[in-house]
């Protein structure tokens, strides 16, 4: 079993195997299930990734009225044909927040590595699916890879907005999602790592601060912002641009700068955007009164 990124790496080279691969051997390893199991439920998290893009792409609105509609006004204005970012990116990023607009409409959607972050992952799968043209299978291997870096951050830091900010979740979603669009795109188990260090270092520090304490604002907007992140990060790494910082030294880092990060900016609602004037009015018309500390 690997313990870290150095570890994973090492195996997948050392075997001439996909990081996919690895994680999937791990999974038959760890539970004792079969490979056709442990892949038939990947394949039942990757349906219910794409029907939450689906659903999303359609139109949905959270109860609280924070949210919602986004995705298909970024869908309208890709084809316009006017988009300055590309439309490869725009659709990364309008389908990561179709995916968590469906979350804040109480929609199903399959957390990765959280529901606060379920939609940088199949955002940008969903996304370079039309440029990649995968097959099934490499698209459950896209989520195998980005589980194995997401294992490494869950065991070695934090995934949790809670202990350690929006770092540990959009930060590691964005992460995991960069790593396996490099290897869907070809690339080495290294340059998955260094997509994966690129991605992340680049999101340090991000605070959790939900408005009215719930996971809608600016959460549907950190996970687009997570997307394009992925996005770019991965062909900086498939171009052959390094960290300077390795990718568990990097890791190490955010669950550092969590534990020195006020319980204020850890989901509390207490401070960041949900402390604004607004955040507080918004926090007050959807419960009726203010519910946190001013």
């Known amino acids: 079993m690997f313990r870290n990124v150095a570890e994973l ?13 690895i994680m999937i051997e791990q999974e038959m390893e760890f539970t004792g299930k079969s490979r056709e199991v442990i892949i038939q439920q990947m394949d039942t998290n990757l349906e219910v990734m794409e029907k939450a893009v689906e659903r999303g792409l359609e139109g949905v609105q959270s109860r609280s009225g924070l949210t919602g509609g986004d995705a298909v006004l970024l869908q309208a204005y890709i084809k316009s044909g006017k988009s300055l970012s590309g439309d490869l990116i725009l659709d990364a990023v309008s389908k990561a927040v179709a995916t968590n607009e469906v979350n804040a409409a109480m929609g ?13 992952v199949p955002g940008t799968l969903f996304a370079v699916k039309h440029k990649l ?14 589980g194995a870096f997401g294992f490494v951050v869950a065991n070695n830091a934090s995934i949790s907005g809670a202990a350690g900010g929006c ?5 590691s979603a964005s992460g995991m999602a960069a790593a396996a669009i490099v290897e869907m795109a070809g690339g080495t188990p290294s340059q998955c790592a260094e997509a994966m260090a690129i991605t992340l270092k680049n999101m340090l520090g991000l605070v959790c601060d939900p408005v009215a304490g719930l996971v809608e604002v600016p959460c549907v907007k950190r996970n687009a912002m997570g ?7 991965a062909d900086m790494a498939l171009a052959g641009i390094t ?3 390795p990718c568990d030294e990097v890791i190490d880092a955010m669950y550092k700068i969590g534990l020195t990060m006020p ?18 009015e918004l926090e007050a018309k959807i419960f009726g009164v203010s519910l946190t500390k001013k």
């Open 9 to 21: 790496v090492e195996l997948a080279e050392s075997q001439n195997k996909k990081i996919s691969e």
């Open 108 to 120: 199903t959607i399959c957390a990765t590595p959280t529901a606060g972050s379920a939609g940088v």
């Open 133 to 146: 043209n995968p097959t099934r299978e490499q698209m459950i291997e896209f989520l195998f890879t980005s």
């Open 167 to 171: 770092q540990a979740e959009v930060g």
């Open 227 to 233: 997307a394009a992140n992925a996005m770019v990060a």
């Open 243 to 245: 960290s300077r910082i």
């Open 263 to 280: 319980v204020a900016l850890r989901e509390t609602a207490q401070g960041g955007l949900a402390a604004t004037p607004t955040g507080r």
